[in-house]
């Protein structure tokens, strides 16, 4: 029996091995058939050769050296390269043309192709279903990989450089024609002129990088493609998806693209076509649309996108219905929707998005504005109706008839769209690619643009300023932007220009609805000189440095370094280097490549003077990811960031809110080198400690009033008559903490995780003493002058 | 003050957008490489394959793709005063109503729409000797998009 059943399993496995074979021959792209040696050297010194002699399946393996093109490739072979050989293609036709299903091409440097564009000339050019390109570098070569009518193709791994030809006299890159089914994944293109995508169903475009081209990728008629996960960068367009149906593009970084039309995706006769975190930075126009949907039944959905810095975030024809953006992400576009030809959109819905420019509040704290966002600005409405007004976009004409537009409301336009229910936070996508081949700025970015978000940008709109939110931020009021640089705008640095000081203000006034958060405030910040903002949480610090970085609209004057806030808060923006209080980076991403992104965002080196590197102790963070930095280490990173480009003035919101004691010292010692180096600093803290260390004067600064101001001996004469200690201890602790001191004749109350005491200033160091004395340790204490303690919460 | 300072600036946005379509009679200007087409809005880069049209308000609309020109021309209605292409050879300007225009499926257009178009009629026949499709005017050109 045991032979039998011996005998049944070997005769089972022959079979097996026959029908392996058989179907290994048969197929041919992955089988190991007879390998023919290709080499200078022999024993065949020409690839033609050795594919005459190939039978179907067998692999002609082609060493280092170079051999002359033009080659056909006529059977089902495995072609491997080792050793990069190279076929040269002389300057004259296609280099290497494929004919046979099921070839596998690998390894091989293509270099030198015809330039003609009527006989599109090709590296390597594909007429036969199911073969794979993988791994090859494409040098000079008019065309790169131009696969037509062959279906199920994989185009993988290959390095395609173009000829240094004028755009409109290059070929493209990788050209798709006819061939459903066909992968296109981790291809690296530059200098090409597009990546087309034509007439091919189901296509996979993944995790390509396209770049200093004219179509990162130029899709038409090609219905249920994936694109994802592709950087399309420095192009003149960067995907343009066009007469296609159910594409989805998801994950792909989309960035840099400024051609004439500069769209970083445009959609044209689009359906049922869903966009899904991308993120689209500093390209003209982040999304175009026009006649998408083109079916009755059919819906465009855009989500959780990051468009940020574009100078039009969104543009839509006005035709353009039924198109969902929800969660999106709005950052710093100079205008967040533009309507071509003006007027309002109809049928479309606007939900859950987030708008930096939005001046709402959130009284109920859910993270959801409790007014709607309502964009309506004259100079946008206009300039959609009129083109050509575009001429006057920066100019001080848009911001007089905005103002205008204000001031008199029968001007006003309708908004053009409205989002119910804003988010207060942005959302950010996450798994966009971090491209490898450009390390210098390649930083997976927009995650960047939200991370260190806080640093330039995000924070000031949106993380964090729970005070601000409860209190209620007033609406709809448009940010007036902008306007050109003025005369008397900071620029020489002429004795006479250094006596004017760095920061007025005059009658500062912030109102949220009724509730007036900042009242009337004056003062000035002298150049070199650093100034403490110093009261309570809720007090309104944060509202007057909001104010003076140009992102409320407000009553009264601020001047910065030359600049009106009110009108020219880009260029103050500019002008001033920003630590919010609260941080959000993105973990996966270096701390080069964190400064690398601002730097090019913000337009200026990367590289900080070597003595605030030496300063910052950057030399101890490179290399790092940002995820495993310190609270402290992570500052100093923010700092490093707000100093590119070496600002002349640093504003900094309770920097070191969430840091321990050691981390905040050191972090001090920094300032305090900045200040002693020239650099004007406003910054605001509860912390008495901070003050006395950094601060040349003080505002201190209470239920939006500055109630006093003067020099730290000043200061000390105001909280003569008492101060409060807030002391931080176990959190198990707490109770007993209150108990103690409570026993010992304070007065103490729990204030959270904390501990308050109210002490004769001469007397501030008692509770410690007290606690120490009960065996409670106590990790941290800050002391404020009693005036100033809001102590009805905020 | 202000007021008669609002009203120049008024009249200076009139001015500029107005500026624009003056009328004129010859061919549109062209800027390749920056111009695009008010259909797909993609940059007009060949100028065998561009073309364009004079409203006659005086506006100017460009294209890429001689396709492209029709597909809008019908979509919008607007009233022409002359239509004008490229000859495919010498890429001068020709009246698309003089010119004679080739439909080929070898001819890879900017939008795949597949026409390109010659001054003289025997230009024409030899294209089609040479590379296949079909000759045919402006005329019908126009009715193979579904117009009159």
Same mark, same amino acid.
């Given at each position: 029996?045991?032979?039998?059943?011996?005998?049944?399993?070997?005769?089972?496995?022959?079979?097996?091995?026959?029908?392996?074979?058989?179907?290994?021959?048969?197929?041919?792209?992955?089988?190991?058939?007879?390998?023919?040696?290709?080499?200078?050297?022999?024993?065949?010194?020409?690839?033609?050769?050795?594919?005459?002699?190939?039978?179907?399946?067998?692999?002609?393996?082609?060493?280092?050296?170079?051999?002359?093109?033009?080659?056909?490739?006529?059977?089902?072979?495995?072609?491997?390269?080792?050793?990069?050989?190279?076929?040269?293609?002389?300057?004259?036709?296609?280099?290497?043309?494929?004919?046979?299903?099921?070839?596998?091409?690998?390894?091989?440097?293509?270099?030198?192709?015809?330039?003609?564009?009527?006989?599109?000339?090709?590296?390597?050019?594909?007429?036969?279903?199911?073969?794979?390109?993988?791994?090859?570098?494409?040098?000079?070569?008019?065309?790169?990989?131009?696969?037509?009518?062959?279906?199920?193709?994989?185009?993988?791994?290959?390095?395609?450089?173009?000829?240094?030809?004028?755009?409109?006299?290059?070929?493209?890159?990788?050209?798709?024609?006819?061939?459903?089914?066909?992968?296109?994944?981790?291809?690296?293109?530059?200098?090409?002129?597009?990546?087309?995508?034509?007439?091919?169903?189901?296509?996979?475009?993944?995790?390509?990088?396209?770049?200093?081209?004219?179509?990162?990728?130029?899709?038409?008629?090609?219905?249920?493609?994936?694109?994802?996960?592709?950087?399309?960068?420095?192009?003149?367009?960067?995907?343009?998806?066009?007469?296609?149906?159910?594409?989805?593009?998801?994950?792909?970084?989309?960035?840099?693209?400024?051609?004439?039309?500069?769209?970083?995706?445009?959609?044209?006769?689009?359906?049922?076509?869903?966009?899904?975190?991308?993120?689209?930075?500093?390209?003209?126009?982040?999304?175009?649309?026009?006649?998408?949907?083109?079916?009755?039944?059919?819906?465009?959905?855009?989500?959780?996108?990051?468009?940020?810095?574009?100078?039009?975030?969104?543009?839509?024809?006005?035709?353009?219905?039924?198109?969902?953006?929800?969660?999106?992400?709005?950052?710093?576009?100079?205008?967040?929707?533009?309507?071509?030809?003006?007027?309002?959109?109809?049928?479309?819905?606007?939900?859950?998005?987030?708008?930096?420019?939005?001046?709402?509040?959130?009284?109920?704290?859910?993270?959801?504005?409790?007014?709607?966002?309502?964009?309506?600005?004259?100079?946008?409405?206009?300039?959609?109706?009129?083109?050509?007004?575009?001429?006057?976009?920066?100019?001080?004409?848009?911001?007089?008839?905005?103002?205008?537009?204000?001031?008199?409301?029968?001007?006003?336009?309708?908004?053009?769209?409205?989002?119910?229910?804003?988010?207060?936070?942005?959302?950010?996508?996450?798994?966009?690619?971090?491209?490898?081949?450009?390390?210098?700025?390649?930083?997976?970015?927009?995650?960047?643009?939200?991370?260190?978000?806080?640093?330039?940008?995000?924070?000031?709109?949106?993380?964090?300023?729970?005070?601000?939110?409860?209190?209620?931020?007033?609406?709809?009021?448009?940010?007036?932007?902008?306007?050109?640089?003025?005369?008397?705008?900071?620029?020489?640095?002429?004795?006479?220009?250094?006596?004017?000081?760095?920061?007025?203000?005059?009658?500062?006034?912030?109102?949220?609805?009724?509730?007036?958060?900042?009242?009337?405030?004056?003062?000035?910040?002298?150049?070199?000189?650093?100034?403490?903002?110093?009261?309570?949480?809720?007090?309104?610090?944060?509202?007057?440095?909001?104010?003076?970085?140009?992102?409320?609209?407000?009553?009264?004057?601020?001047?910065?370094?030359?600049?009106?806030? =009110?009108?020219?808060?880009?260029?103050?923006?500019?002008?001033?280097?920003?630590?919010?209080?609260?941080?959000?980076?993105?973990?996966?991403?270096?701390?080069?490549?964190?400064?690398? $992104?601002?730097?090019?965002?913000?337009?200026?080196?990367?590289?900080?003077?070597?003595?605030?590197?030496?300063?910052?102790?950057?030399?101890?963070?490179?290399? =790092?990811?940002?995820?495993?930095?310190?609270?402290?280490?992570?500052?100093?990173?923010?700092?490093?960031?707000?100093?590119?480009?070496?600002?002349?003035?640093?504003?900094?919101?309770?920097?070191?809110?969430?840091?321990?004691?050691?981390?905040?010292?050191?972090?001090?010692?920094?300032?305090?080198?900045?200040?002693?180096?020239?650099?004007?600093?406003?910054?605001?803290?509860?912390? $008495?400690?901070?003050?006395?260390?950094?601060?040349?004067?003080?505002?201190?600064?209470?239920?939006?009033?500055?109630?006093?101001?003067?020099?730290?001996?000043?200061?000390?004469?105001?909280?003569?008559?008492?101060?409060?200690?807030?002391?931080?201890?176990?959190?198990?602790?707490?109770?007993?903490?209150?108990?103690?001191?409570?026993?010992?004749?304070?007065?103490?109350?729990?204030?959270?995780?904390?501990?308050?005491?109210?002490?004769?200033?001469?007397?501030?160091?008692?509770?410690?003493?007290?606690?120490?004395?009960?065996?409670?340790?106590?990790?941290?204490?800050?002391?404020?002058?009693?005036?100033?303690?809001?102590?009805?919460?905020? | 003050?202000?007021?008669?300072?609002?009203?120049?600036?008024?009249?200076?946005?009139?001015?500029?957008?107005?500026?624009?379509?003056?009328?004129?009679?010859?061919?549109?200007?062209?800027?390749?490489?920056?111009?695009?087409?008010?259909?797909?809005?993609?940059?007009?880069?060949?100028?065998?394959?561009?073309?364009?049209?004079?409203?006659?308000?005086?506006?100017?609309?460009?294209?890429?793709?001689?396709?492209?020109?029709?597909?809008?021309?019908?979509?919008?209605?607007?009233?022409?005063?002359?239509?004008?292409?490229?000859?495919?050879?010498?890429?001068?300007?020709?009246?698309?109503?003089?010119?004679?225009?080739?439909?080929?499926?070898?001819?890879?257009?900017?939008?795949?729409?597949?026409?390109?178009?010659?001054?003289?009629?025997?230009?024409?026949?030899?294209?089609?000797?040479?590379?296949?499709?079909?000759?045919?005017?402006?005329?019908?050109?126009?009715?193979?998009?579904?117009?009159?």
């Amino acid at each position: 029996m045991s032979t039998l059943w011996t005998r049944f399993r070997r005769a089972l496995a022959f079979l097996l091995l026959g029908l392996w074979w058989a179907s290994a021959g048969a197929l041919s792209a992955d089988a190991q058939g007879p390998v023919l040696v290709v080499s200078p050297e022999g024993p065949y010194t020409s690839v033609q050769e050795a594919l005459g002699e190939a039978s179907p399946g067998s692999t002609v393996e082609v060493r280092g050296g170079v051999y002359a093109g033009p080659l056909v490739v006529e059977k089902p072979v495995r072609l491997v390269g080792v050793g990069w050989p190279v076929i040269e293609g002389n300057g004259e036709g296609t280099v290497v043309k494929i004919v046979a299903p099921g070839v596998y091409f690998g390894g091989f440097v293509v270099r030198n192709s015809g330039d003609s564009l009527d006989e599109e000339n090709s590296g390597i050019a594909v007429e036969a279903p199911r073969v794979v390109v993988e791994g090859n570098r494409l040098e000079e070569t008019l065309f790169g990989i131009y696969l037509r009518e062959a279906s199920d193709a994989v185009v993988r791994g290959n390095v395609i450089e173009g000829k240094a030809l004028e755009v409109p006299r290059r070929g493209d890159a990788i050209r798709v024609w006819y061939s459903s089914g066909s992968v296109i994944e981790g291809n690296v293109v530059r200098r090409g002129r597009d990546v087309i995508l034509w007439y091919s169903e189901r296509l996979t475009v993944r995790g390509n990088v396209v770049e200093g081209g004219r179509y990162g990728l130029h899709f038409m008629y090609c219905d249920d493609a994936l694109i994802e996960g592709n950087q399309l960068v420095d192009n003149s367009v960067g995907a343009f998806l066009m007469y296609s149906r159910r594409l989805h593009l998801r994950r792909n970084f989309i960035a840099y693209n400024r051609g004439p039309s500069g769209f970083g995706v445009g959609l044209k006769d689009m359906d049922d076509a869903l966009v899904e975190e991308n993120l689209l930075v500093d390209n003209r126009v982040g999304i175009f649309a026009d006649n998408s949907p083109r079916e009755i039944d059919s819906v465009m959905t855009y989500r959780r996108n990051l468009i940020a810095y574009n100078d039009v975030g969104v543009q839509l024809q006005p035709s353009v219905r039924r198109n969902r953006y929800e969660a999106n992400s709005f950052v710093e576009n100079q205008e967040q929707v533009h309507i071509a030809g003006g007027g309002r959109l109809r049928e479309n819905v606007w939900e859950g998005n987030f708008w930096s420019d939005y001046a709402g509040y959130d009284a109920n704290g859910d993270g959801v504005g409790d007014v709607s966002y309502r964009p309506q600005r004259l100079f946008e409405d206009l300039m959609g109706r009129y083109p050509p007004l575009q001429l006057f976009r920066y100019s001080p004409v848009a911001q007089a008839l905005d103002f205008a537009a204000e001031a008199v409301p029968l001007v006003r336009p309708q908004p053009k769209l409205e989002d119910r229910a804003p988010r207060m936070a942005p959302v950010l996508p996450e798994g966009v690619p971090a491209p490898e081949s450009r390390p210098q700025w390649a930083f997976g970015v927009g995650m960047a643009v939200l991370a260190v978000g806080g640093v330039v940008l995000m924070g000031w709109f949106s993380l964090g300023w729970p005070g601000d939110r409860r209190r209620g931020r007033r609406g709809d009021l448009p940010r007036p932007r902008f306007l050109s640089r003025q005369p008397e705008a900071l620029a020489a640095n002429g004795e006479e220009e250094n006596m004017e000081p760095m920061v007025t203000v005059r009658g500062l006034t912030k109102r949220f609805g009724r509730f007036v958060a900042v009242r009337d405030v004056s003062f000035d910040v002298g150049r070199g000189e650093a100034v403490a903002l110093w009261g309570a949480n809720g007090a309104g610090k944060t509202t007057i440095l909001r104010c003076l970085l140009g992102l409320y609209p407000f009553e009264g004057d601020v001047v910065v370094g030359g600049y009106h806030a =009110k009108w020219q808060g880009r260029e103050v923006r500019r002008l001033v280097g920003f630590v919010p209080q609260e941080l959000s980076f993105h973990d996966d991403l270096s701390v080069e490549e964190t400064l690398a $992104f601002y730097a090019r965002l913000r337009k200026t080196s990367p590289e900080l003077s070597p003595d605030w590197a030496e300063s910052l102790g950057l030399e101890e963070l490179v290399g =790092k990811a940002v995820g495993e930095l310190s609270g402290g280490m992570k500052q100093r990173l923010a700092l490093a960031v707000a100093l590119l480009g070496d600002p002349p003035l640093l504003f900094l919101d309770e920097p070191t809110a969430n840091l321990d004691v050691r981390s905040r010292r050191e972090f001090f010692d920094l300032l305090c080198r900045l200040r002693d180096a020239g650099k004007t600093i406003l910054f605001s803290s509860h912390r $008495f400690d901070e003050v006395a260390v950094l601060a040349d004067r003080v505002l201190v600064v209470e239920a939006g009033q500055v109630v006093s101001a003067g020099t730290l001996g000043d200061l000390a004469a105001t909280i003569e008559g008492g101060v409060v200690v807030r002391l931080l201890v176990e959190p198990g602790q707490v109770e007993e903490a209150v108990r103690v001191l409570q026993r010992a004749g304070l007065e103490a109350e729990r204030n959270g995780t904390g501990v308050w005491v109210c002490v004769p200033s001469h007397r501030k160091v008692e509770p410690i003493l007290v606690l120490a004395g009960a065996g409670l340790s106590v990790y941290d204490f800050v002391l404020e002058p009693f005036s100033t303690v809001d102590h009805g919460g905020e | 003050m202000r007021a008669w300072a609002l009203a120049a600036l008024v009249l200076l946005f009139w001015v500029a957008a107005c500026g624009g379509g003056a009328p004129a009679d010859g061919p549109p200007e062209v800027r390749y490489g920056e111009d695009v087409c008010d259909e797909c809005h993609m940059i007009i880069n060949d100028a065998r394959f561009a073309a364009a049209y004079r409203t006659v308000g005086g506006d100017v609309r460009r294209f890429d793709d001689i396709g492209d020109m029709v597909v809008y021309y019908i979509r919008t209605g607007e009233e022409v005063a002359a239509f004008w292409v490229h000859d495919y050879g010498t890429k001068a300007w020709v009246r698309a109503e003089e010119a004679v225009f080739v439909r080929s499926p070898s001819v890879q257009t900017p939008m795949g729409h597949g026409f390109v178009a010659f001054a003289g009629r025997d230009d024409a026949e030899t294209f089609v000797a040479q590379h296949g499709g079909e000759v045919m005017g402006f005329e019908e050109l126009l009715k193979v998009y579904g117009g009159r």
